[in-house]
């Protein structure tokens, strides 16, 4: 866990997806015009430099971002997500690929809150220079698996709470599910997004399976393969806890359009989408 950074990762297509739906959430949530808090359990650095040695080492971002950064598209939410990446790049080339806390804290309002956590010393480090000034947030060098079940329920009463662990150490998938499931039984009303990889193993399969079998209530799982190679990430995919009732219909069609425009194969199909929202 703690020699994990997230550069070298940053911008492929798993951020994509990831990012897309985050924001998508973010923005349905604020339509209710209350004030509300973002809890981030593995924040990272916050924002990443194309040119770092980090993203160049395997250059994952041309597989991601700098795909879909390209395509010309009028899906309205797409959009949204594909427009604040090049604002953040002040609409010239992209230089600079922002994590899930740097997106969160540029889509929110000035009276919404954040809420930080990272535990790598470096990346915590960089993670306060980032958001240096910004009076909104608050950043913790604290593991999330022992604090962030502490945070809830916020004083907010509405919370969006990205769970998004490395999942490098052996025992993170258990560590994940379980941290998932107390939080909900002490925050209910949370709205929950977890991310996964999808691999080729069964502590995956395991995840999944964990997380479907428990009474979370209006879920939605999407997951994207967009490599079918027997050998390291094929995909990932994501849980939303208190899912947007409208999410199928607002964003089935974006999905696809990613899907087709990262996928790495013709003989590709797989993009699930599934919801049991009451």
């Not at 990613?258 to 599934?274: A, M, P, R």
Request: proline fraction near 3%; include cysteine.
């Amino acid at each position: 866990m703690l020699s994990y950074r997230h550069g070298y990762h940053a911008g492929n297509s798993a951020d994509v997806l990831k990012h897309f739906i985050l924001l998508y959430v973010l923005d349905y949530v604020k339509k209710k015009n209350k004030n509300f808090i973002y809890i981030d359990s593995h924040a990272g650095a916050g924002k990443y430099f194309i040119s770092d040695a980090y993203m160049q080492k395997n250059k994952e971002y041309l597989e991601g971002i700098n795909k879909i950064i390209r395509i010309k598209n009028n899906d309205f939410f797409l959009k949204n997500y594909l427009d604040l990446v090049k604002s953040i790049n002040f609409n010239t080339e992209l230089k600079i690929y922002p994590g899930s806390c740097y997106l969160a804290a540029k889509s929110l309002r000035i009276e919404d809150k954040l809420h930080l956590l990272e535990l790598h010393s470096t990346e915590f480090s960089n993670l306060k220079k980032n958001f240096e000034g910004d009076l909104r947030v608050v950043i913790e060098n604290e593991d999330s698996y022992k604090k962030l079940k502490k945070l809830l329920p916020p004083k907010e009463k509405r919370a969006v709470i990205l769970i998004d662990p490395s999942y490098e150490l052996k025992d993170e998938y258990e560590k994940a599910s379980k941290m998932l499931l107390e939080c909900y039984k002490k925050f209910p009303l949370g709205v929950y997004i977890v991310w996964y990889p999808v691999l080729n193993n069964k502590k995956s399969e395991s995840f999944i399976l964990n997380i479907l079998k428990e009474n979370y209530k209006n879920l939605s799982h999407i997951e994207m393969i967009t490599d079918n190679s027997s050998n390291g990430m094929q995909g990932s995919g994501l849980f939303i806890i208190n899912s947007p009732w409208s999410i199928e219909k607002d964003i089935k069609e974006s999905l696809k359009i990613i899907f087709d425009c990262l996928k790495k194969s013709k003989d590709l199909s797989k993009l699930l989408f599934k919801n049991n929202i009451n």
